[in-house]
């Protein structure tokens, strides 16, 4: 207001001044014009002046004014003004009822593992004279290679099987570490699947992994049963590395390569204990050799085919010690023991198409595998035959499966499966002789029913040749299987 | 001499832009993505595990997405389980610990929205696939997408404060965006976005527009769906809740028996008398599920089968989160106008 009265003083001032000056000195009239000139121009510097300070004022004002909350200016309306956050956080506060401290259950579930258990239960019938699982354990080239003979293990019979109930509990340790442990529950007692600490923060794409597990070279061995598409597992895994597949204690070193292609290469160091591959006697007879008894690498390459294809390749090798003890006359006592190497190698390959559909609707799953073995045994003693020791037997087998399933309804699914051991087979014996045997086949087709995510139903139709004592077995199995999941399952990898 | 600068320019500008550090996100669904990225503007890059196309209660945990994970600096998930068939696969496999659970890269989006259907008693499977922390579907309400849009900007001022600003910027001009979808712009400019959701909230919109003498002003999505308030729709999962709730409409009952369990004949038989004794006239469903159950009721009842993306690529239409909810609204309101 001041500033205002200030100007137009100013220049009322201006206006009258030069008349009146003028009229009273004609003589000086150039000087005072010149006079009031400079005047006018000194009041108009002021005036820009005080324009521009007004300014600046006027700025600060109405930045103090945006400061102010707009509510205050409409005062009448504040206490219905609906304020949005707070809204938002009373909805957002749990019921009473679920106020932490009141609800224990949730409270606990937070620190306890998760816990599942799968029941795997199934009907079987074979046409076979002593049962499916006797004609595996004869087959030429694979059978009668037990560590220690009268091994037995839960045959599959005709009629009902309960292979397990599978039990996990897993959780985070710690922001280091997490672990799980997974009994199997069979009638004949409880076997520990896998009891594995795993770290979860390990730098440049390393991961550790210790404890007893099963070893992850192939997609079938790293899968437990229950995950695979099939009721058993093929031909060549069952026949080199038996029921449990390779599972021993130990560590795992992987690697996920800093490449744009997914690509893992891990180390595995076992006990070795596996009854067919890598089996351990020591006693009197031969060498005690301490563990870590096996060797296992293997490497996985998952190149990227877009959309909804995945694609992943798989190489290994194994190798270890293995020991073998026999009773070569029957006569119930060991007589002769022999010491050497074991090995494998081998690929796999999968494919999946993993479609829109829901309930895998269209999805496709192709996989094979191939897999050769050789063991290198020395005899060690000889009870019988003393002549042969210090000689070498030499087993070498080989096999492939072809497997693929296809989402034909929502929730339903059909597969086939092709598998065929012993393409190479054949030993040579420590007596200098050579021996080659005939391979084996199986045909397997499957329908199974995912009646939810936590139940399937599976109808499975084998048929087999074996190759027993030079003659082919002709066995066909049939298979109804029933599995169930409680509790917080774990996500399956791809 | 200029044929000659002029590509090894273009290399040198490709190589500033891959050094100025591009934050990488990956969401597991399009819908978080698209809301990350109008979040992130130009300082992330930013990714989706599931596409719009797919069931995310279902997905192969294929490696490709594992190695999105083990780039990721930040990893959004929907969360209340239903991404549980396949995450942990992918963050086990990403040996990145900072995006596991309760890492600084992790972010459940789920923490800070609205939810409903949270179960009040004991959940057993015998009720279907329930979630014991509540109906995971939440992107469908637009609020919970402003809401979700949020908390990504509050952690992005965390892990990246350098571009704090921009981040608020960002949020500020996507709450508007939808905001103004939702209310129309003239309303949005005269009310303001926050006071509108306010009142919305409190379920008093029509009452204060009427009072303000602001109904004719009132546009966008609210205004689309205003005529088909209380109408009674069916859908085939129970993941339409949240928009049905935001928008009026009421959902009579499901194709599936149980949430994840294929409809039965007898339910089915149940539907049909359902939706004739309600003059029920839209089966909503997504295009991932078979259409046979739904065009089955539609063609013993007048009820017509409406097909609706439910994810942000869903369909050609749903290009991101805003456009999405266009869609939805679009598909539902003329579902009900053409007949």
């Given amino acids: ?494 | 001499m200029k044929f000659v600068s002029f590509p090894l320019l273009m290399l040198a500008f490709a190589a500033g832009a891959v050094a100025e550090e591009e934050l990488n996100i990956v969401a597991t669904t399009s819908d978080l993505a698209s809301i990350a990225q109008s979040v992130a503007g130009s300082h992330a890059v930013v990714r989706n595990v599931c596409k719009g196309d797919r069931d995310p209660h279902f997905l192969q945990a294929k490696p490709g997405y594992i190695m999105m994970a083990r780039d990721a600096d930040l990893w959004i998930r929907v969360g209340m389980e239903l991404e549980i068939g396949w995450e942990p696969a992918i963050l086990d496999g990403a040996r990145n610990s900072a995006i596991r659970e309760n890492g600084p890269g992790h972010l459940d989006a789920s923490q800070s929205v609205l939810r409903l259907e949270v179960p009040a008693q004991r959940v057993t499977r015998a009720m279907g696939d329930v979630h014991a922390q509540g109906n995971p579907h939440y992107w469908l309400d637009p609020l919970n997408g402003r809401i979700v849009a949020k908390a990504i900007a509050g952690r992005l001022e965390q892990i990246d404060p350098f571009n704090a600003a921009s981040y608020r910027a960002n949020l500020a001009q996507f709450q508007k965006a939808l905001d103004e979808r939702m209310f129309g712009t003239e309303l949005v400019s005269q009310i303001g976005g926050d006071k509108l959701w306010a009142i919305e909230l409190k379920g008093s919109l029509g009452e204060f527009l009427e009072k303000g003498n602001l109904a004719g002003k009132l546009g966008g999505w609210a205004a689309a769906v205003k005529p088909l308030r209380a109408q009674k729709i069916v859908t085939y999962h129970k993941s339409w809740v949240y928009f049905a709730n935001r928008f009026g409409l009421a959902i009579d009952c499901e194709l599936e028996p149980k949430p994840g369990i294929p409809p039965s004949p007898s339910h089915l038989a149940r539907v049909i008398e359902r939706i004739n004794g309600g003059g029920i006239r839209v089966i909503l469903l997504e295009p991932f599920y078979s259409r046979k159950a739904a065009d089955f009721v539609a063609g013993k009842t007048s009820a017509t089968t409406v097909v609706c993306p439910n994810s942000v690529g869903g369909n050609d239409s749903a290009t991101d989160y805003l456009s999405l909810i266009d869609t939805i609204v679009d598909r539902v309101s003329k579902a009900f106008t053409e007949r």
């Fill in chain 1, 1 to 494: 207001m001041k500033l205002s009265l200030l100007l137009t003083c100013a220049f009322i001032c201006l206006l009258l001044a030069p008349a009146s000056r003028a009229a009273e000195e004609p003589a000086d009239a150039q000087a005072l014009r010149n006079e009031i000139d400079a005047l006018r121009q000194q009041l108009e510097a002021q005036k820009r002046d005080y324009d521009a300070r007004l300014q600046l004022l006027r700025q600060a004002l109405d930045k103090l004014a945006a400061q102010q909350p707009v509510r205050h200016q409409l005062p009448e309306e504040a206490p219905a003004e609906p304020d949005l956050e707070a809204l938002l956080q009373q909805l957002q506060q749990p019921p009473e009822e679920h106020r932490p401290g009141i609800d224990w259950g949730r409270a606990f579930q937070s620190f306890n593992p998760d816990i599942s258990v799968i029941i795997d239960t199934f009907y079987h019938h074979d046409d076979s004279e002593e049962g499916i699982s006797h004609v595996l354990g004869g087959i030429d080239g694979f059978g009668h290679s037990h560590g220690h003979e009268g091994h037995h293990h839960a045959e599959t019979e005709n009629g009902f099987n309960l292979r397990h109930l599978e039990l996990y509990l897993g959780a985070e340790v710690d922001p280091y570490f997490k672990a799980w442990a997974i009994p199997a529950i069979s009638e004949e007692g409880a076997e520990l699947e896998e009891a594995v600490i795993q770290t979860t923060g390990l730098p440049y794409g390393l991961q550790v992994k210790a404890g007893k597990f099963f070893s992850e070279f192939c997609r079938v061995n790293a899968q437990h049963s229950h995950e695979w598409d099939f009721v058993d597992a093929p031909l060549i895994n069952q026949l080199v590395f038996g029921d449990h597949g390779l599972n021993d204690k130990g560590v795992q070193l992987s690697w996920l390569a800093p490449t744009d292609v997914p690509l893992t290469l891990a180390l595995e160091a076992f006990q070795g204990d596996n009854e067919t591959m890598f089996s351990h006697v020591g006693g009197d007879e031969l060498p005690d050799r301490s563990g870590p008894r096996v060797l296992v690498q293997w490497l996985k390459l998952a190149p990227e085919i877009g959309g909804n294809h995945g694609i992943q390749f798989g190489g290994f090798h194994g190798s270890g010690v293995h020991q073998e003890a026999h009773d070569g006359d029957g006569d119930g006592v060991e007589d002769h023991w022999l010491d050497g190497t074991s090995l494998f190698w081998g690929g796999d390959v999968v494919y999946k198409y993993d479609s829109p559909a829901a309930h895998e609707q269209g999805d496709v799953v192709l996989q094979g595998e191939y897999l050769s073995r050789r063991r290198d045994l020395n005899v060690e003693n000889h009870a019988l035959a003393p002549a042969v020791i210090g000689n070498n037997r030499v087993d070498q087998q080989d096999g492939i499966y072809l497997q693929g399933t296809y989402g034909f309804l929502p929730r339903w699914r059909a597969g086939a499966r092709w598998d065929l051991a012993g393409i190479t087979n054949k030993q040579k014996l420590p007596d200098g002789t050579a021996e080659s045997f005939d391979d084996s086949n199986r045909y397997t087709g499957m329908i199974d029913w995912t009646l939810t995510e936590f139940s399937r139903l599976r109808f499975q139709v084998s048929q087999g040749r074996y190759a027993a004592e030079g003659e082919k077995d002709k066995v066909t199995q049939f298979f109804l299987q029933l599995m169930v999941s409680l509790g917080s399952h774990g996500a399956h990898k791809f």
